[in-house]
């Protein structure tokens, strides 16, 4: 069973070609790392499924923007808000409140409450992707994409927010699409691995089954 699927993807910006012919299907209620080189297409892979990115040719099947949960790298989260105002804006944009989502969120993530008040620039920078983790799945989206979000924390932050990351696919079934630099990560946390070069597929199947 499939929940995303890029059938003849291509993305071109001017000469130079992003995505190349991609066809891969995302299965549901697993993980998928995106690896490659910088340059590969990785994000724009990301993007377009999110819908930030417009293919230049082929189709995207995925549930709608406000049905996919988006985490980027270094958290993106609005600094004159408070944690609890940053958890909830998805809720706010979709005239979704749910005054007892937050707590629960942060409770699923080892937040205490007594964050809820406080400033993305008063917490570290594991706390911070806590708290875009929390946004991400405040409508309880089905999919959710991660772009490196790991990629600036210490080791010891980014293992503790990989084993979360295992935690929260089996708590909400998720269907989860990552892009990582680490290949460890990627073997570490993902049923199974696509594999960018140039923007066009090189290897995609199960972990086991992919070699570096």
């Known amino acids: 069973m499939t929940e995303v699927e890029l059938i003849g993807?291509?993305?071109s910006y001017g000469d130079h070609r992003a995505l190349g012919d991609v066809s891969v299907a995302f299965r549901s209620e697993k993980i998928t790392a995106i690896v490659g080189r910088s340059g590969s297409g990785k994000s724009t892979l990301l993007k377009t499924i999110n819908g930030l990115i417009e293919p230049s040719s082929g189709k995207v099947v995925a549930p709608d923007q406000k049905h996919?949960?988006?985490?980027?790298?270094?958290?993106?989260?609005?600094?004159?808000?408070?944690?609890?105002?940053n958890i909830s804006l998805p809720g706010k944009i979709a005239h979704k409140d749910h005054p007892s989502r937050v707590a629960e969120l942060m409770e699923l993530t080892d937040l205490t409450t007594s964050?809820?008040?406080?400033?993305?620039?008063?917490?570290?920078?594991?706390?911070?992707q806590r708290v875009a983790l929390c946004r991400a799945l405040f409508l309880n989206p089905p999919?959710?994409?991660?772009?490196?979000?790991?990629?600036?924390?210490?080791?010891?932050?980014?293992?503790?927010?990989?084993?979360?990351?295992?935690?929260l696919r089996t708590a909400?079934?998720?269907?989860?699409?990552?892009?990582?630099?680490d290949i460890p990560e990627a073997v570490r946390l993902a049923d199974d691995i696509l594999v960018l070069d140039g923007g066009r597929v090189q290897k995609f199947g199960p972990s086991k089954d992919i070699s570096f």
């Open 9 to 11: 993807v291509s993305k």
């Open 68 to 85: 996919i949960g988006y985490v980027v790298q270094g958290s993106g989260l609005f600094p004159h808000l408070t944690v609890a105002e």
């Open 115 to 128: 964050y809820t008040k406080k400033y993305p620039w008063q917490l570290s920078g594991g706390e911070q």
């Open 143 to 167: 999919v959710l994409l991660l772009d490196e979000p790991f990629g600036s924390l210490d080791t010891y932050t980014r293992r503790d927010l990989q084993g979360k990351i295992l935690e």
């Open 172 to 181: 909400f079934r998720l269907t989860m699409i990552i892009v990582t630099h």
